[in-house]
């Protein structure tokens, strides 16, 4: 069945990066694009982002432009999201989704990943 | 960006009776890139409209979207005890924007 898989909870320092997993299983990989979406606590959804598996394009909103990296390894169907300097504003779940490609839905999801920002 | 309001903020209502969730866009949408998810606490977002109106794959049909332009609905005709949960539209145009959510809560 269509797997997402994120790494484990993280605690982070106030400037520091934080660099979370996505590992694909269940499908082909290349046909399904990955989006990064977070909820802070108390608050809602936010995207983070979308990497290609196929060709490692991506694309980040305004916000996160030079501060969120992408990545992915098609030899072990994971994706990858690097996020710099983080702030308190950056404590949060972040999810990894699954699209097929140009569809504008997210059908499968990963378990989330826990990222605390605290001194 | 397109902004997505949703309403109201928090609707009670008991088992058996029908909601309707509200999202507006602060302008016209394509209306295949908008979609609604289900989050509850401690587990992942669940899709379940997309399109405006089709059902994801495994959805009750009591669970049913609408709308065009800049003006979407999400109806559950007959509440179930699992579908108090927190809802979210979520739209495309150059970059994904979600609602802030509508809390579904029993009453």
């Known amino acids: 069945q269509v797997l997402l898989v994120q790494s484990g909870a993280e605690v982070k320092k106030p400037g520091a990066s934080v660099k979370v997993s996505c590992k694909a299983s269940?499908?082909?990989?290349?046909?399904?694009?990955i989006h990064w979406v977070r909820q802070a606590p108390g608050q809602g959804l936010e995207w983070v982002g979308v990497?290609?598996?196929?060709?490692?394009?991506?694309d980040y909103p305004q916000k996160f432009r030079g501060r969120v990296t992408m990545t992915r390894d098609t030899s072990t169907t994971t994706v990858y999201m690097e996020v710099s300097s983080l702030g308190s504003e950056d404590t949060a779940v972040y999810y990894c989704?699954?699209?097929?490609?140009?569809?504008?839905?997210?059908?499968?999801w990963g378990q989330g990943t826990l990222v605390t920002v605290s001194s | 960006e397109i902004v997505l309001t949703q309403s109201p903020g928090t609707l009670a209502l008991s088992p058996g009776e029908r909601a309707t969730l509200s999202c507006r866009a602060s302008q016209r949408v394509n209306t295949i890139t908008l979609g609604w998810y289900q989050l509850k606490p401690g587990q992942v977002p669940r899709l379940l409209i997309y399109g405006a109106s089709n059902r994801a794959t495994g959805i009750p049909d009591r669970f049913s979207g609408s709308g065009s332009g800049t003006d979407f609905t999400l109806t559950i005709s007959r509440l179930e005890p699992e579908d108090f949960a927190v809802y979210y539209c979520k739209v495309y145009d150059a970059a994904y924007s979600f609602g802030q959510g509508t809390r579904l809560e029993v009453k």
């Open positions: 269940g499908y082909t990989f290349a046909d399904y694009l």
């Open positions: 990497v290609n598996p196929n060709n490692g394009d991506v």
């Open positions: 989704s699954r699209e097929r490609g140009a569809t504008y839905f997210f059908d499968h």
